[in-house]
């Protein structure tokens, strides 16, 4: 049972424009949000993260949009840069798991010139 | 500097071979996990270590081992009992025990495992 969805495999965006990535999910006793990116053959690294308390987080090019009613996150990136380009991963934390987090399958980003 | 270390960052196991992956930290870190990637399947836990000496399994344990002795370190065998382990493994870690700090995990740089 898939928790963390993230139901596009694949985006490809021009430079400049935005890119939305999305992610739903299911469990409705996830407190906090967090997205990573990874390159190829490297760990994934922390990008920005939200309470469920929030509805919007911002840092600088980077932007996630929590909606409790729906369950569904998005990620913006504005500008997109080709340096963007990775794999984005959404994860949530459950409050009664501990320090686990549920990570969805991944969206892979493409920036192109 | 502080991080995470996994090691080998190649690795090839002949089938019906045990092999251990090794990771670690020097943050200071209380918690620590194992993730395997499969193209398609996103992050999938194997188990996590909240604390020394005690570990629990996560979501697809099997034909996997792992042991806790010291903080700094967790590491994780693919024994022979693992019906498909060619995948790309990535340990971490996180701050406390019960809290996950702002940042979530930090993750080593993962290393990839080839049965041949």
């Known amino acids: 049972d898939q928790q963390v969805k993230q139901n596009s495999p694949s985006l490809s965006v021009q430079e400049g424009r935005i890119s939305i990535l999305n992610c739903d999910y299911t469990?409705?006793?996830?407190?906090?949000f967090l997205w990573y990116k990874k390159y190829p053959a490297e760990g994934p690294t922390f990008l920005i993260s939200?309470?469920?308390?929030?509805d919007k987080n911002e840092d600088g090019r980077f932007t996630v949009f929590l909606n409790k009613s729906a369950k569904h996150l998005s990620l913006h990136i504005v500008p997109s840069q080709p340096g963007d380009s990775a794999v984005y991963f959404c994860?949530?934390?459950?409050?009664?798991?501990?320090?686990?987090?549920?990570f969805g399958t991944g969206t892979q980003l493409k920036v192109e010139l | 500097d502080g991080g995470i270390t996994q090691s080998p960052k190649y690795l090839f196991r002949k089938e019906g071979q045990n092999v251990t992956l090794s990771c670690e930290q020097n943050?200071?870190?209380?918690?620590m996990y194992w993730y395997r990637q499969d193209p398609g399947q996103g992050l999938r836990l194997i188990y996590y270590s909240q604390i020394v000496n005690d570990f629990q399994k996560g979501d697809i344990a099997e034909g996997y081992s792992v042991s806790r002795e010291k903080k700094e370190s967790f590491p994780l065998t693919v024994t022979s009992a693992q019906k498909n382990p060619t995948a790309f493994y990535l340990c971490?870690?996180?701050?406390?025990?019960?809290?996950?700090?702002?940042?979530?995990?930090?993750f080593g740089s993962g290393t990839r495992l080839t049965v041949v």
């Open positions: 994860a949530a934390h459950d409050t009664g798991g501990g320090n686990k987090l549920t």
């Open positions: 971490a870690s996180s701050i406390e025990r019960g809290r996950l700090g702002n940042y979530g995990y930090t």
């Open positions: 469990n409705s006793m996830f407190d906090y």
């Open positions: 943050l200071n870190h209380d918690a």
């Open positions: 939200i309470s469920s308390i929030k």
